[in-house]
């Protein structure tokens, strides 16, 4: 992995709204998808490398839009080891360790200060 971050979220609460305010703002088109229940409209990356960081507007409860996006940090040794540090360092678990079909696992935290930090790597 080359890259710190590998995934970011966006908050809404209008799927439609928001995939057309994007659009619109970066003249390109996102695809909708469905991943663990909650609808992305996934951000366009060039995939030829694999190392290309993008993310999507997810539409959920468990983010509000208007706090903040949620950032996924690379778990160079799989969510679970990483999940369980940062509990153990103080962190508070929001969504717990997830696998992601295809996209591997994730997880997120709060971290100390309140701030929702998404884990995420291939590996468990």
Same mark, same amino acid.
């Given at each position: ?45 060039? &995939? *030829?490398?694999?190392? %290309?960081? $993008?993310?999507?507007?997810?539409? @959920?409860?468990?983010?509000?839009? #208007?706090?903040?996006? /949620? ?13 369980? &540090? *940062?509990?153990?360092? %103080?962190? $508070?678990?929001?969504?717990?360790? @997830?696998?992601?079909?295809?996209? #591997?696992?994730?997880? /997120? ?14 590996? *468990?």
């Amino acid at each position: 992995m080359k890259n710190s971050i590998n995934w970011f979220e966006i908050p809404t609460r209008n799927m439609d709204r928001a995939v057309a305010f994007y659009e619109a703002t970066l003249g390109n088109k996102l695809d909708r998808e469905v991943f663990g229940g909650e609808p992305h409209a996934m951000f366009p990356v060039d &995939r *030829a490398g694999k190392d %290309g960081v $993008t993310g999507a507007l997810v539409a @959920t409860q468990r983010l509000t839009p #208007g706090a903040g996006v /949620v950032i996924y940090l690379h778990a160079p040794d799989g969510v679970k080891a990483c999940l369980a &540090r *940062a509990v153990a360092a %103080g962190a $508070t678990e929001v969504m717990p360790h @997830t696998a992601i079909g295809e996209h #591997g696992f994730c997880a /997120v935290v709060a971290d100390p200060d309140g701030n929702h930090v998404g884990l995420h790597a291939m590996t *468990a």
